[in-house]
Each structure stands twice: as C-alpha cells, then as structure tokens.
C-alpha cells in the first residue's frame, strides 16, 4: 500500500474561496505535489468537470496518483512554463482557473535522497526533475568564484556570498563538498550566526542552489507572460509564493490592469491557527486576480 503524501495543503480555504472552482469548469493545478490543493478542486468541478495537474517532479505525480484516483483528474509530467503547448496539445484554448503553489511539499524536503534540506545528510541534486538538468554539485565544482557570488546574492539575498564562494572554491580542489551535511557545515564555517536566534547560515545559500538549479524564476517569469494566454475572460490565476522575489514577480503581473484585476492587493497570508497546526505555511503568501480582456484583444481571434 502507498504511504499518503505528508504535505499539508497550505491556504486551501483561500484558494477555493479566490479561485472559485465551479461545476463543469476546466481548471489547471500548475503543481500538482500532493494532491492536496488538487483533490479540493476536482470535489468542487465535479464530473462534469476537468482538473488538469501539472508537475515537474515525477515522483510527485506518483504519489498524487491515488489520491486523486476517483475524480475527473487529468496528470501531465511538465513545468508550468509548458502551460500554453501544453493546453494546445490538448485541444484547449483557454481555462477557467490556474493555481501555482510555488512551495515545496514535505514529501519533496524529507526525502534526503533528493538533496534540497541541509537537515538531513544526502546528495548535492536538488532538481525537481531528476531526469532534466544538472544537480547543484556540478554547478558549485563548475562556477568560477565571481559567479557564485553572484548567484548566492541573487537568489538568496546573502551577504556573505563573496567570502563563501572563495572559500567553495579554495575546499573544492582538495575535496568539494559532496553532500548536504558537507556544504551545510562549511557554510557555516563561513557565516557568523546572531547570538541565540536567527536563521541556520546555510538557509540562503541552498536556496539560491535550488533556484539556480531548477531556473525556478525564469520558469515563473515564463508562467506569468503566458497566463494571459492560457485564461479565458473572466478567469482566475491564483498564485502562492514563499519568499519575496517570487512574490515580487507575480504582483508586478497582476498590477499590468490591461489583462487583469486584482482580487487582493496584499497578499493573504495564514492565519495563527494554520501556522501552529503547519509552521510551513507561515511564508505563504497568495494573490489572486481575474482574466480582463483589453481593446485589442476583443478584436482578435485566440492565441494558440
């Protein structure tokens, strides 16, 4: 028997409560993971309804599969920046609604095999799709030193970038860090730490690691010019991002009011009870807008 997914659904009242998931529609859940976003929506549709699941991590898939086994749910093994190819592959101009949770699930940071959380000992990779890219040890044996900084302020906004990528670069001719612990414990070799609080130093460096590795921004930026696309007049995009150039990104898109409105012009975030019950979503933050078409638009036939 299949272990359930672990992951808790972050803010799943509010996306249902923006999204507004209604029988008969087509909507696309852009990050399937769990199951758990996914589920409520395809409840919401019903049979009549057509929820299409998207994620780049196929063992995700894998465990979505069953929980969804009984509902009117449609998997595909893509990134979200696929979204456009893919609805027309699929025969479909334009959908209803289009959820992205930008977070990682549970399922995916526990798993040491997969290398994302430097608190648990595992392989440098963390791709979301093991079967595309480079894992993160080729990037930190491959970058020069400059670009490693670059890569570490970028990203992950760390201050220290310039003295932790020498020093990466000074270890990794005698033996490069391999695994997770490995890096962790140069890191924070690297970075001073506030006295009695604060942040673990190596927090900002694998997230500038995963982000690099899986073009997360790039592959966001690419989802946010296609929505338009992809979501038919008075449609719903819903998007939850977990730290602020994500969520910089998605509120630069939904302010253009030529192709949407916005329904929240602060993000939602959880309220106390949800972060006691799941410390995870205390990052989240969700903003939603509607489809609007402009002038020219409804001059012109369909994008395909």
């Known amino acids: 028997m299949m272990t359930p997914p672990r992951h808790v659904p972050v803010l799943l009242e509010q996306v249902l409560q923006f999204l507004d998931p209604q029988p008969g529609q087509i909507i696309v859940d852009c990050t399937t993971g769990g199951g758990g976003h996914s589920r409520a929506i395809a409840q919401r549709l019903g049979g009549q309804g057509r929820l299409i699941g998207l994620d780049q991590d196929p063992a995700m898939l894998e465990l979505a599969r069953p929980q969804l086994a009984d509902l009117a749910v449609e998997l595909l093994h893509a990134n979200f920046d696929q979204l456009r190819p893919l609805l027309n592959r699929l025969a479909i101009d334009r959908v209803d609604g289009v959820l992205a949770d930008l977070g990682f699930s549970s399922d995916q940071m526990d798993d040491a095999g997969r290398g994302f959380s430097f608190q648990r000992d595992g392989p440098l990779d963390m791709r979301l799709d ?42 990794r001719q005698r033996t490069p860090p391999g695994t997770t612990t490995e890096l962790a414990e140069l890191l924070r070799r690297c970075v001073p730490r506030s006295r009695g609080h604060g942040i673990d130093p190596a927090t900002r460096v ?99």
Not at 248 to 255: G, S
Not at 260 to 265: F, G, V
């Open 130 to 171: 093991p079967t595309a890219g480079d894992p993160a040890s080729a990037w930190l044996a491959q970058l020069g030193e400059r670009d490693l900084a670059d890569l570490f302020w970028k990203y992950g906004e760390e201050r220290f970038s310039r003295r932790i990528a020498r020093r990466i670069v000074e270890v």
């Open 206 to 304: 694998f997230q500038a690691l995963r982000i690099a590795v899986n073009d997360e921004l790039g592959a966001l930026e690419r989802l946010l010019a296609a929505l338009p696309y992809c979501v038919k007049s008075g449609g719903r995009a819903v998007l939850i991002s977990f730290h602020s150039l994500e969520d910089r990104l998605v509120k630069r898109a939904f302010r253009d009011r030529s192709t949407w409105k916005e329904l929240n012009r602060k993000p939602v975030q959880a309220e106390a009870a949800e972060i006691h019950a799941n410390p995870k979503a205390r990052s989240a933050k969700l903003r939603a807008a509607v489809r609007v078409l402009n002038e020219q638009e409804k001059t012109s036939p369909p994008h395909r």
